[in-house]
C-alpha cells in the first residue's frame, strides 16, 4: 500500500515555512541566508533536505524509488554525467525535483516543529507549492538565464570548484564546458512560465550593483516578516 498524506495535512504543518524559488544566480541562497540570520528564522539553504547533518541519509535512497537520486552512484564517471545534453540533464533534473518532494517536505515538517519560522531555498515546484503552502509564504526570484551561464563559476564555493575540476579532467574539456553552460540556458517547452506562477514574483535586472538590502527589504514586506 503507498502511503499518502493530503495537501491540507501538509499546509497546516507547514504553516511557518516561507519558500524561495526560480532561476539560478538571482539571489536566492543570498536572500534565505539573509533572511534567517535577520529574523531569527531556521536556515534551510541548498541541498538542506539530504547529505547533510540530521537531514535524510542518501545510504537511505532507494535505486528503485529514488533512480534519479542514486545516479550519482551509477554512473560511470563524471564526464558522463557532465556530458549528458541539455535535454537529458534537464529531464534528470526534473525527475530528481519530483523525488526530493516527499524527502523536502518530511525535512521541512520536521524543522518547522519546534515553532519557529523556517526560510528555504527551494526547488519544490510552484504547481506542488500551491497545494502546500499560500501566496504570502511563497516567493519565485526571477532572471536572465544567459547570466547564469556566464557567470556561474563566479561563485567561490566548493561544489563548483569541483565541478570545474572534473571539467577539466575530461577528455575534452573546452566542449565539455560549452555543454555544461548550454544546460544553463536550455529552454525546454515544458518549463514553468516562472514569471506567471500565481506567486509573488521579483524579477532581478541588476547584476552590476549591491541591491541585497533593497530585496531583503522586499521580501520581507512581502512575507510580513516585519
Not at 519530483?98 to 519544490?124: P, S, Y
Amino acid at each position: 500500500m503507498k502511503i499518502s498524506i493530503n495537501d491540507n495535512i501538509i499546509k497546516h504543518y507547514l504553516k511557518n515555512v516561507y519558500f524561495i524559488n526560480g532561476h539560478s544566480y538571482t539571489g536566492k541562497s543570498t536572500m534565505v541566508k539573509m533572511l534567517s540570520e535577520r529574523y531569527d528564522m531556521v536556515f534551510c539553504g541548498e541541498n538542506y533536505q539530504s547529505g547533510m547533518p540530521d537531514s535524510f541519509p542518501s545510504d537511505k535512497l532507494s535505486r528503485w524509488k529514488q533512480p534519479a537520486l542514486c545516479y550519482f552512484d551509477t554512473m560511470s564517471g563524471w564526464e558522463e554525467w557532465l556530458n549528458l545534453s541539455p535535454e537529458e540533464h534537464w529531464r534528470w533534473m526534473q525527475t530528481c525535483t519530483q523525488e526530493c518532494v516527499e524527502i523536502e517536505i518530511a525535512e521541512l515538517i520536521k524543522r518547522a516543529a519546534g515553532g519557529k519560522k523556517v526560510i528555504v531555498d527551494t526547488n519544490i515546484t510552484p504547481e506542488v507549492l500551491h497545494a502546500i503552502s499560500d501566496y504570502q509564504h511563497v516567493a519565485i526570484m526571477v532572471g536572465n538565464p544567459a547570466i547564469a551561464a556566464k557567470r556561474f563559476f563566479d561563485r567561490d564555493d566548493s561544489d563548483k570548484k569541483f565541478m570545474m575540476e572534473q571539467i577539466k579532467l575530461c577528455k575534452d574539456p573546452g566542449a565539455t564546458l560549452a555543454n555544461f553552460n548550454a544546460w544553463l540556458e536550455y529552454k525546454p517547452p515544458d518549463d514553468y512560465d516562472w514569471e506567471n506562477t500565481g506567486f509573488f514574483t521579483y524579477n532581478r535586472t541588476d547584476y552590476e550593483n549591491d541591491t541585497r538590502d533593497e530585496v531583503l527589504s522586499i521580501l520581507a514586506r512581502h512575507f510580513e516578516l516585519d
